[in-house]
C-alpha cells in the first residue's frame, strides 16, 4: 500500500527555516515521532539535547551552512561533529535557509545498512533528496530564500 507525504513548515528562525515530512493521516510528523521516541529515554537525553541544541544554533547564528551537516548519501544527519551517541537524525539541506528534517534512530554498527533502527530513516531521507531533486528539475518545487514552493507532496510504495 502506498504511503502518503507532504512536506510542511517544521519550525522558523532567523537564519534557517526547517521543514518535515508529514505522513498523511497520522498524529505527528516524522521530526517530533523522532523526539517523542527519545525524548523520555535516560540513555538519550544528552543526545536528544545536542541535536535540539544543533538545530536551534543553525537557525538563529549560523544558517544552515554545509560544514554543519553530515553526508549521508543524497540526505544528511544531525548532529555533528560526532557525538559519543550514534543517535542519528536524518534531514536534507536544501540551502543555506532550507532543511527538512526527517526521522531518525539509532545507528548500532559502523555501517548504516547493519542498523536496523536508523536504516529504514536512513532510507526514506534519501528518497525524499531524490524526489525533491526531480521535482526540482521539473519544475514542479522551487526553494528561495527560506521557502518551499509548488508540489510539496509525494508517495512511496513500501
Known sequence: MKRYFEIKEYISFEKTKFYSIHE???????????FLRFINEKE???DV?????WIEKIGREFGALERY????????ALPIPPPKSNLRLYCLRVSDAIVILGNGGIKSSKLVQNSPDALPHFNLMNLVAFILKMKNENDQTSFREKEIEG???FYINP
Not at 29 to 34: A, L, M, N, R
Open 24 to 34: 498523511v493521516g497520522e498524529e505527528f510528523c516524522e521530526t517530533d515521532k523522532f
Open 69 to 76: 551537516f553530515r553526508p549521508e548519501r543524497k540526505a544528511n
Open 44 to 46: 538519550y537525553l544528552e
Open 151 to 153: 508540489d510539496l507532496s
Open 49 to 53: 539535547q545536542t541535536i535540539k541544541y
